[in-house]
């Protein structure tokens, strides 16, 4: 079994939370708890993978350098 170490993006909203995987396009999920939708998004992965290697699709893989907020004033 081969494993993935997958950068993902998790997001509240007005109806709980989005989450994605940036490398998958198309992979994205929500739930109505953040951990419903990590849950939901390792799923949606997962199928996402599958399918891809079925497809004979090459799996990207970004080194991610760095993950951070910052502030903008305008």
Do not use: F, W
Not at 32 to 50: F, M, P, R, V
């Amino acid at each position: 079994m081969q494993r993935y170490d997958l950068p993902i993006v998790m997001e509240k909203d007005e109806d709980g939370y989005v989450g994605y995987c940036p490398d998958l396009q198309g992979c994205y999920t929500q739930g109505k708890t953040y951990e419903e939708c990590l849950g939901n998004l390792k799923d949606a992965i997962a199928l996402h993978i599958q399918d891809r290697l079925a497809s004979g699709e090459p799996i990207r893989r970004l080194e991610v350098l760095s993950v951070a907020t910052v502030e903008v004033a305008v």
